[in-house]
């Protein structure tokens, strides 16, 4: 799985594991559905192991677990949480994911191939889609005579194990100091309101935006507007927090583009995404990232934020 976009940084390109579902339609007639899912958060891709089952799993679509190299690992039946009527045509493959710091496996009908593409060549998908996937599809990539559609993983395993899913410290006093203004960014419309609701929590005036490309144009904007107001942009901005995986302009190229501009580039930048992990954080590193954060530690987000802003403005009046 190891492939040459996973040493890079800020080309606005990922790789994606393209696989596929068999699946019954009710009038009986098969139909093979395709899907994907970015190379940096599958670590192997293996045949049917010996599974036990849980006890008390509360979820039918978990087939219980396995042992992998000493992990014991959840498996997902995907086909059945995405309400399909899986048909047998092949031995299935399972797909083993690594994302917020969590180890899932997925149950696929087979796996194609991996392809390099842009993330301009990934679209957002409609309203009509998304409304029918219940949100579960981030993105949709038409390749040679295909549609396949990118999964949001996160929100499975969140929605399978709610210790995952965003939460905040209550127990800290958040109100106890000044209000700060951050831009977010992230392709995901639930990620997106729950993050934008408890930084506010935490006493941030937040702008949110879908994608790479429109925060970009945004903080264009902002730089324009505060040259012309004669005001410092931090009038306007003082942190950008931003997602990895997002159509139009990731968030490593988000990051450099901020980076390579003389008046952007002493905004901090904070990535906030599931692949940051050990083995991609000097990816973000190579692009100037102030702070990487894995979800879901919307605490340790918000308050690394708080740091950073909090050092800027001490080494601009040192």
Not at 257 to 267: F, M
Request: net charge negative; aromatic share 6%.
């Amino acid at each position: 799985m190891q492939t040459n976009i996973l040493l890079e940084s800020g080309t606005n390109e990922l790789e994606i594991v393209e696989f596929f579902l068999d699946e019954v339609e009710i009038d009986g007639t098969s139909y093979r559905g395709y899907y994907g899912v970015n190379v940096a958060k599958v670590l192997e891709i293996i045949r049917m192991p010996t599974v036990t089952e849980l006890p008390e799993s509360g979820h039918s679509c978990i087939l219980g677990a396995f042992n992998l190299r000493s992990q014991v690992i959840p498996l997902v039946d995907l086909s059945m949480w995405l309400g399909k009527h899986r048909e047998e045509t092949e031995p299935p493959k399972v797909i083993v994911t690594e994302f917020n710091n969590v180890c899932t496996a997925f149950q696929v009908s087979g796996v194609n191939r991996i392809h390099r593409i842009s993330w301009e060549e990934v679209e957002p998908p409609s309203g009509y889609v998304a409304n029918l996937s219940s949100q579960s599809i981030t993105g949709v990539v038409k390749i040679n005579d295909r549609i396949i559609f990118l999964l949001d993983l996160e929100k499975i395993v969140a929605n399978l194990n709610p210790d995952l899913a965003l939460k905040l410290d209550d127990a800290i006093d958040w109100e106890n100091g000044e209000s700060r203004r951050a831009l977010i960014t992230d392709d995901s419309g639930l990620i997106r309101e729950m993050l934008t609701d408890l930084m506010e929590k935490a006493n941030f005036q937040v702008e949110a935006h879908t994608n790479g490309r429109e925060a970009w144009e945004r903080l264009c904007q902002l730089k324009t507007i505060a040259e012309q107001s004669n005001r410092p942009l931090t009038d306007y901005v003082q942190v950008i927090v931003s997602d990895i995986e997002m159509p139009a302009m990731d968030g490593h190229s988000l990051c450099k583009s901020i980076k390579e501009d003389p008046v952007l580039k002493q905004l901090p930048v904070i990535l906030f995404s599931s692949i940051i992990t050990d083995k991609l954080r000097h990816k973000g590193e190579s692009v100037g990232a102030d702070m990487q954060v894995s979800k879901p530690e919307v605490t340790l987000l918000a308050q690394r934020a708080i740091e950073l802003i909090d050092e800027r403005r001490q080494q601009q009046t040192a």
